[in-house]
């Protein structure tokens, strides 16, 4: 039974990892977008700094004065945060293969894309060498997990061997 449970530990740890490689490619085009449409408002919010003869943050300080100025201040601060974290993680992720980005699910961690990739991603097999590493990977982890779990369950239960006293005839 407990081999049983392990090798579909295995199993299920193979399915799910073999679809990282195509869901980190699929993440990474969203990502893409989502940095191209950033940068094109960051670009935009600069050339009219730069036609008023000011900086971004020289522009950014004059939104000030009114509720409304201080909230659209805070939001392009927000978004020009957000647009220089994901452009550095698009070019980190876009110089890794897919099995480099199974180390790297801080650089896959922007919320609204992820949630994005999620909704559409439908499974499929894997054809790739990275694929079918990636469901060796999960096999194995998908098994220590399984085996570790039990392992741990039963440790409470396990009997300790005693040492018999010698007979004293």
Do not use: C
């Not at 990892?17 to 490619?25: A, H, I, N, R, T």
């Not at 909230?71 to 110089?95: E, K, M, P, W």
């Not at 220590?144 to 061997?161: E, N, T």
């Amino acid at each position: 039974m407990l081999r049983a449970l392990t090798l579909a530990g295995g199993v299920a740890g193979a399915a799910a990892l073999s679809q990282f490689p195509e869901f980190s490619q699929q993440y990474l085009q969203r990502l893409a977008g989502k940095v191209e449409a950033l940068t094109l408002v960051v670009a935009e919010f600069d050339a009219s700094a730069a036609r008023n003869d000011l900086t971004r943050d020289a522009a950014l300080a004059q939104m000030s004065g009114s509720r409304f100025l201080d909230d659209r201040q805070a939001d392009l601060r927000r978004l020009i945060d957000r647009q220089g974290r994901l452009s550095d993680n698009l070019t980190v992720l876009r110089l890794s293969g897919p099995l480099e980005r199974l180390g790297m699910p801080h650089r896959l961690a922007d919320a609204e894309t992820l949630s994005a990739t999620w909704g559409d991603f439908r499974p499929a097999v894997p054809l790739t060498v990275d694929g079918a590493i990636s469901a060796a990977l999960g096999f194995v982890a998908g098994w220590g997990a399984v085996s570790a779990v039990f392992g741990l369950l039963a440790w409470p239960f396990r009997r300790r061997s005693r040492k018999q006293p010698p007979d004293r005839a």
